[in-house]
T-cell receptor, first 115, second 113 residues
Framework: DQQVKQNSPSLSVQEGRISILNCDYT??????FLWYKKYPAEGPTFLISISSIKDKNEDGRFTVFLNKSAKHLSLHIVPSQPGDSAVYFCAASARVRSGANNLFFGTGTRLTVIP | ETGVTQTPRHLVMGMTNKKSLKCEQHLGHNAMYWYKQSAKKPLELMFVYSLEERVENNSVPSRFSPECPNSSHLFLHLHTLQPEDSALYLC????????????FGPGTRLTVL
């Protein structure tokens, strides 16, 4: 069963407008959330993260919002630029038992920013 | 070289071949990972090594065999693969395990004929 879900496989946005990428999770033990960005022929690159003690984290044009009650997070990119066109992966982390893997990924959303 | 590097970047092999994927991290990290990325599926963790010891093996078929000779190098040995094993294989590293952030290599695009 998938614990991290990105229900929109693709998103197109005009340059200069806001891009909003969404992610839902099911495991209430998750306490740390990340967004990765992936260009073709490259590996995922860490973009921004948020701890569950916060509801917002901002880094330049990128802001991640966390709604714990809804088990939902979103990544806002504003203003969107053509270079932002990539696949964005949401990931979630939980400290459960020692030695267990704690990073779960969504299936990704392909963002296309139209010039 | 910086970050995490992987070779080869592309590999085509027959079902009876034996090949190896190589990963090297230049970040001084203590943990390394192999992931499989298939189309429309989440990244699947295959193996985790921490301080050169395997700490996670997520029910991966024995036709995939990892090797971690030191904390900077990780191999994935492949033999008698199936066409459904065709995927992007990503290597990652992190400072420690468990870790909040993992750093990925560019991946090896594997095609099994």
């Amino acid at each position: 069963d998938q614990q991290v879900k990105q229900n929109s496989p693709s998103l197109s946005v005009q340059e200069g407008r806001i891009s909003i990428l969404n992610c839902d999770y099911t495991n209430s033990m998750f306490d740390y959330f990340l967004w990765y960005k992936k260009y073709p022929a490259e590996g995922p690159t860490f973009l921004i993260s948020i701890s569950s003690i916060k509801d917002k984290n901002e880094d330049g044009r990128f802001t991640v919002f966390l709604n714990k009650s809804a088990k939902h997070l979103s990544l806002h990119i504003v203003p969107s630029q053509p270079g932002d066109s990539a696949v964005y992966f949401c990931a979630a982390s939980a400290r459960v038992r020692s030695g267990a893997n704690n990073l779960f990924f969504g299936t990704g959303t392909r963002l296309t920013v139209i010039p | 070289e910086t970050g995490v590097t992987q070779t080869p970047r592309h590999l085509v092999m027959g079902m009876t071949n034996k090949k190896s994927l190589k990963c090297e991290q230049h970040l001084g990290h203590n943990a390394m990972y192999w992931y499989k990325q298939s189309a429309k599926k989440p990244l699947e963790l295959m193996f985790v090594y921490s301080l050169e010891e395997r700490v996670e093996n997520n029910s991966v078929p024995s036709r995939f065999s990892p090797e971690c000779p030191n904390s900077s190098h990780l191999f994935l040995h492949l033999h008698t693969l199936q066409p459904e094993d065709s995927a992007l294989y990503l290597c990652a590293s992190s400072q420690d395990f468990p870790s909040r952030v993992e750093y990925f290599g560019p991946g090896t695009r594997l095609t099994v004929l």
